[in-house]
């Protein structure tokens, strides 16, 4: 059964960071190309950044390039998004899944960014 | 960027009838396209990928069509656990992106 679990999230100042991961099972993780994906509060779905299966291609939305780098460790079947300089805008919930469409979704995990 | 527009926003539909939502691409992906159901404190759940193919377990009254930059999605014979939101998100090109969302309430 694919399993994917989203932790690191939390409460972090303005202009703070985050790192969150992404834990995989079920599948073979370094062959699948990876997203993460989030939810502000009362809001719809938007697509953040993506990663090829072996982590050497890398795609960021305009409103998180610069400040989020997308990663993974396929020897720990683990997706991370390395979060800076955090703003108000990017509170939402986190989830991780497929780069192409997303048929298995975690819990995902709640960023808040206030001071 | 491709930018997804749907329509409309909200929908108000009496049980047992069907449902029509539109998805539509700023430019072509092909028929890259999926479709998502989200319930209130819930995670999206996929229903439709490939415009028109239904994930594992979704029920036949859910269908998708479409291809190019003109998509739908039909719901027939709404259920009561059908009323929620759904998006559509394009996998065509580099940068994915969702739709804004069609709200599906009770008329």
């Known amino acids: 059964e694919v399993q994917l679990v989203e932790s690191g999230g939390g409460l972090v100042q303005p202009g703070g960071s985050q790192r969150l991961s992404c834990a995989a099972s079920g599948f073979p993780f370094s062959s699948y190309a990876l997203s993460w994906v989030r939810q502000a509060p009362g809001k719809g779905l938007e697509w953040v950044s993506g990663?090829?299966?072996?982590?050497?291609?890398?795609y960021y939305a305009d409103s998180v390039k610069g400040r989020f780098n997308i990663s993974r460790d396929n020897s720990k079947n683990t997706l991370y998004l390395q979060m800076n300089s955090l703003r108000a805008e990017d509170t939402a919930v986190y989830y991780c899944?497929?780069?192409?469409?997303?048929?298995?979704w975690g819990k995902g995990t709640t960023v808040s960014v206030s001071s | 960027e491709v930018v997804m527009t749907q329509s409309p926003a909200t929908l108000s539909v009496s049980p047992g009838e069907s449902a029509t939502l539109s998805c539509r691409a700023s430019?072509?992906?092909?028929?890259?396209l999926a479709w998502y159901q989200q319930k209130p404190g819930q995670a999206p759940r996929l229903l439709i990928y490939?415009?028109?193919i239904r994930a594992t377990g979704i029920p036949i009254r859910f269908s998708g069509s479409g291809s190019g930059t003109e998509f739908t999605l039909t719901i027939s014979s709404l259920q009561s656990e059908d009323f929620a939101v759904y998006y559509c998100?394009?996998?065509?090109?580099?940068?994915?992106?969702f739709g804004p969302g069609t709200k599906v309430d009770i008329k």
């Open positions: 899944g497929d780069y192409y469409y997303m048929d298995v």
């Open positions: 430019q072509s992906v092909s028929s890259n």
């Open positions: 998100q394009q996998y065509n090109h580099w940068l994915r992106t």
């Open positions: 490939g415009a028109s």
């Open positions: 990663i090829s299966g072996s982590g050497d291609i890398t």
